[in-house]
């Protein structure tokens, strides 16, 4: 697996040989249950198990959180805002 290093040296020695374009920005964008605000409902995501088999109802709230952090993420708002 390529390493989040490896691959941003990859990427900058790939757009070196281009002298006359910008150089990349790179945008991370990190989603953690530690970063929902509610803190009941941070204390309920971060007590759900690791685990392959989990209920339906279960993996619907994690789907719902990452969605709302993804929408709440500054680091996801200024990619989008800089494509745009």
């Not at 249950?33 to 685990?51: N, Q, V, Y």
Request: glycine share 4%.
């Amino acid at each position: 697996m390529l390493d989040l290093r490896t691959f941003c040296r990859c990427y900058w020695l790939l757009w070196a040989g281009h002298p006359g374009d910008m150089p990349p920005r790179f945008y991370y964008v990190e989603v953690s249950l530690r970063a929902i605000k509610d803190a009941g409902e941070r204390s309920r995501a971060l007590a759900i198990p690791t685990s392959f088999s989990l209920e339906g109802v279960t993996i619907d709230r994690l789907r719902d959180l990452a969605r709302q952090l993804m929408r709440e993420s500054p680091d996801l708002k200024q990619l989008q805002q800089d494509l745009n």
